[in-house]
């Protein structure tokens, strides 16, 4: 199901909406979050609201998407250290309901422990994904299988172009990283796709109209069942009238 947001605020409230009704719904829910600017005003409103409306955290597991490797667990970059800054710590979930890809740990030997959790507490009750200027969701790059499960993997130069913004420069981006695969997000009882910014229009109509295949791997969650994806205006440019609710 697609819906079209008028901006990046209504964008926001939606979001954060969805993932406090599974909240409600189910207080020891598991709960997959991604890094990245398109969740920042997700992650500010659904704070906002939690602490207005005293929600219970407490019970509540989160799963990172995805991770660096390869660098030290203190290094600035660490995506689970920004996402404890912007919404772990923020809704007050404890260190122990937090399971992160460890950076500087071997990548094997992580990818696999993740998976273990998963198999041992899972399903993924919601699984909240954005989409790279690529088509990749968490760091499944183009060309990865739609049966992957949590895996590590070297950067796409596209990736890397597009992280650069965020350290100031494609030399600071790490070469590597960690993700839940995308078969691993498949067996989520529901996902929920963000998308915000016209430089994202092009990438959407080709994730909601092309082709499904490893090319283009947000192409995969068109045979999930129980999908939702939120788009504000300026990326819903590209789309056909056919695509619009
Ligand atoms: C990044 C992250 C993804 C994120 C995506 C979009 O590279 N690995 O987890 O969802 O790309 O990021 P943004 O929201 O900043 O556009």
Redesign the pocket.
Known sequence: MLTIMENADQLAQSAAEEILNTVRAQPNAIIVL??????LPTYARLVEISQQQAIDWSGVRVVS??EYSGIARDDPRVLCSWLERKIIGPLGIATDHFIRFEPADDPLTESARIEDWLGKNGPIDLAV?????NG????NEPGTAFTARAHSLTLTPE?IS??AT?WGGEDKVPRS?L?LGIGTLMQSCRIMLMVSGQA?ADILARSIEGAVGPEVPATALRSHPNLIILADGSAALALSRESLP
Do not use: R, V
Not at 34 to 39: D, L, Q, Y
Not at 129 to 133: A, P, T, V
Not at 136 to 139: A, P, T
């Open positions: 991604p890094t990245g600017n398109t969740p998407l995805d994904l954005g989409l790279g200027l990749h969701l968490g760091f990736s597009s992280n965020y990283a993700t994202k």
